[in-house]
């Protein structure tokens, strides 16, 4: 036997309708773009709320290479909207 796909009254299966309503893809500078080099200051809040909540660094007390390096990714992730 085979079994019937159940539809709704516009006479698309649930099946389709559910793939229609998947939201879009993340896109590149959804949120806007960051500059590794030049933004830092203006965005250094929301980096360290960043380095705390994915990071798991509360306090970074590391060195000037390693900070941009972490700013860095955190750019990348930004500016992907991940």
């Known amino acids: 036997k085979k079994k019937k796909q159940s539809k709704d009254k516009d006479g698309d299966s649930k099946t389709s309708k559910q793939q229609q309503q998947q939201p879009p893809p993340p ?3 959804q949120y806007g773009i960051i500059h590794p080099k030049s933004d830092f200051h ?3 809040r ?3 709320m960043w380095m705390s909540q994915v990071k798991k660094i509360q306090n970074f007390n590391g060195s000037k290479y390693e900070l941009q390096q972490y700013f860095e990714e955190y750019c990348e992730d930004y500016n992907t909207a991940t």
């Open 27 to 29: 896109v590149f500078g």
């Open 46 to 48: 929301s980096f360290e």
């Open 42 to 44: 203006k965005y250094k």
